[in-house]
Structure formats: structure tokens, C-alpha cells
T-cell receptor
Framework: SQKIEQNSEALNIQEGKTATLTCNYTNYSPAYLQWYRQDPGRGPVFLLLIRENEKEKRKERLKVTFDTTLKQSLFHITASQPADSATYLCALDNSSASKIIFGSGTRLSIRP | GAVVSQHPSWVICKSGTSVKIECRSLDFQATTMFWYRQFPKQSLMLMATSNEGSKATYEQGVEKDKFLINHASLTLSTLTVTSAHPEDSSFYIC????????????FGSGTRLTVV
């Protein structure tokens, strides 16, 4: 069956450290993978998209990698800040459909 | 950037009544919009794809007669929860993609539905 799994339900790290979140998928062949941030009671906000032929994508303190052999994406936040505390969701397209399917999310907490 | 407006942000209704949620793309046209449902501490579950001028496409297990979707214009999609029951209480979120933007989907701020 198709699955999108994010390694941790919750991750708690010290301010200033690098947060690393993992997204694994099975039985999908996505053309791209996306990462979103969701704050409590709000809709997700798009952060980054990485395509199947890209290894790495960066945006300010964010970095995403995509390994289609391992069927895995890593999402890094460097120099983490308490304001980065939120739930982070990975999402990928469902074969040729124009819709995206979400992983279960990782709730990230950055402690001062 | 692209903005999707969702209304209302929260609603409380009695069992057996119907509730309509609106989703508008404010500065772009969306031939397709998506409706998700999210239970506490769970991820977003795609309910249906709303197609302008044609019938919505529902995901497996979602009752189309219970969750009526109307996409009457290129900027408006509505989700009506009919004969609501307490188990329908959830966070409903819509999204759309601005074809003028290179990447990413834009989400509404969500609607918290509580059925009492």
C-alpha cells in the first residue's frame, strides 16, 4: 500500500542547533516533493519544493534533500529559533494526478 | 503572493443541520481546488478535488452525498456538510494552486466545525 511517513511525531531541540526532519514514502513515484509548515489552527504554508531530478534545494536557513533511490527526503532548519516551532508536513504528488498527499507531520519544538 | 480566503473560520451547528464553507481564490483563477479534513494531531486527509464547471472527484471512503461540493466559478468553491453529526466535527481546509506561481499550493486558513 502507499505510505508517506515522517520519522517523528514530535522533535524537541535546543535553539541554535540544526533540526532534521525525515520523510519516507513507499509505492509512490513522485515527480516532486514539497514541505509545508502548519501552525496550530491554521492552514499549511508552502516552504520548498524539490523535483525528482534535484538532489538538494535551499532557501535561507532551510535545506531539503531528495533521494529517489532511498525514497526519502530530509528537511533541515539550521540555526533554529523558537519561532521555528510548528508542525512540518511533507507532501508529494500522486502519480499523474494534480493533487498532493500529505505525510503525518512532525511537531517541532525549539527550546530557548 | 497568491491568497486563498476561507469562510467561516469557525462554526458551531446542531446535529442534523447543514453547514456551508466557502473557499475563494482572491487574486488568481483556480480551475481546481482541493478540500481536506484534519482531526486533532493528525495530518490533512484529502476529501475531494473540486473542478470548476464539472463534478467533484471524491477520495475513496468520502460520501459525496454528505459532503456536497460546488465549484461554480473560477474563484469560488463551496463545501456543504449535510445533515451534520458530531463525528463530522473537524478542521476543514481548502487549497488551490496559482497557475502563475511556479510552485506550491496555497491553503485557506481553515474552518473549525463543531457539531453539537
Amino acid at each position: 500500500s502507499q505510505k508517506i511517513e515522517q520519522n517523528s511525531e514530535a522533535l524537541n531541540i535546543q535553539e541554535g542547533k540544526t533540526a532534521t526532519l525525515t520523510c519516507n514514502y513507499t509505492n509512490y513515484s513522485p515527480a516532486y516533493l514539497q514541505w509545508y509548515r502548519q501552525d496550530p489552527g491554521r492552514g499549511p504554508v508552502f516552504l520548498l519544493l524539490i523535483r525528482e531530478n534535484e538532489k538538494e534545494k535551499r532557501k535561507e536557513r532551510l535545506k531539503v534533500t531528495f533521494d529517489t533511490t532511498l525514497k526519502q527526503s530530509l528537511f533541515h532548519i539550521t540555526a533554529s529559533q523558537p519561532a521555528d516551532s510548528a508542525t512540518y508536513l511533507c507532501a508529494l504528488d500522486n502519480s499523474s494526478a494534480s493533487k498532493i498527499i500529505f505525510g503525518s507531520g512532525t511537531r517541532l519544538s525549539i527550546r530557548p | 503572493g497568491a491568497v486563498v480566503s476561507q469562510h467561516p473560520s469557525w462554526v458551531i451547528c446542531k446535529s442534523g443541520t447543514s453547514v456551508k464553507i466557502e473557499c475563494r481564490s482572491l487574486d488568481f483563477q483556480a480551475t481546481t481546488m482541493f478540500w481536506y479534513r484534519q482531526f486533532p494531531k493528525q495530518s490533512l486527509m484529502l476529501m475531494a478535488t473540486s473542478n470548476e464547471g464539472s463534478k467533484a472527484t471524491y477520495e475513496q471512503g468520502v460520501e459525496k452525498d454528505k459532503f456536497l461540493i460546488n465549484h461554480a466559478s473560477l474563484t469560488l468553491s463551496t463545501l456543504t456538510v449535510t445533515s451534520a453529526h458530531p463525528e463530522d466535527s473537524s478542521f476543514y481546509i481548502c487549497s488551490a494552486r496559482d497557475p502563475g506561481q511556479a510552485v506550491g499550493y496555497t491553503f485557506g486558513s481553515g474552518t473549525r466545525l463543531t457539531v453539537v
